[in-house]
């Protein structure tokens, strides 16, 4: 079965995605879908020498809804600060300390980051030590860091390691 279906959870994600991009449930759509969702994974599975190692999956779920939330929180945020004066705006670019090694961990923090209005994370060191964020508006750049790592690096170790 599992050379069939490498990543069971991928392929229903793609499936998913697939037809919400589509918005519709027609027969035509599901079964591409579905050709799409099993086809993939099989063709680049090895593409993926190292697996990801889900640990805790309930945390992953609350992780995700403090994402959702911030995401909107930060929305409002970046407009607030967009119809403000420009000079108020201090952007720049922080070097994130990372205690994560699980690469699909570090890909995680990296997205959570990234879809995140207000913050960008730009850059990875060579040696997987540090990650580059943008962030539009920092006052204390120590208050970012940590402000990423205990809501969204913590909860990650916990769940890919």
């Not at 201090?90 to 690469?103: A, E, G, H, K, M």
């Not at 040696?127 to 750049?141: E, G, I, S």
Request: proline share 8%; aromatic share 6%; net charge positive.
């Amino acid at each position: 079965m599992r050379r069939l279906l490498p990543a069971p959870l991928l392929s229903l994600a793609l499936l998913v995605v697939w037809l919400l991009l589509n918005n519709t449930l027609a027969p035509g759509q599901v079964l591409l879908g579905a050709v799409l969702a099993l086809g993939l994974p099989l063709l680049t599975d090895r593409l993926r020498p190292e697996r990801a190692r889900v640990r805790r999956p309930l945390r992953a779920v609350r992780l995700l809804l403090l994402v959702l939330v911030d995401i909107v929180l930060a929305n409002f945020e970046v407009a607030r600060r967009i119809l403000g004066p420009e000079a108020a705006l201090r952007p720049r670019f922080v070097w994130l300390p990372l205690d994560i090694r699980d690469p699909y961990g570090i890909a995680a923090l990296a997205g959570i980051i990234t879809l995140t209005p207000g913050t960008v994370s730009s850059d990875l060191s060579a040696d997987r030590q540090y990650l580059l964020v943008h962030a539009f508006n920092c006052d204390d750049p120590a208050a970012l860091v940590a402000s990423i790592k205990q809501r969204y690096e913590r909860p990650l170790m916990e769940i890919f390691t």
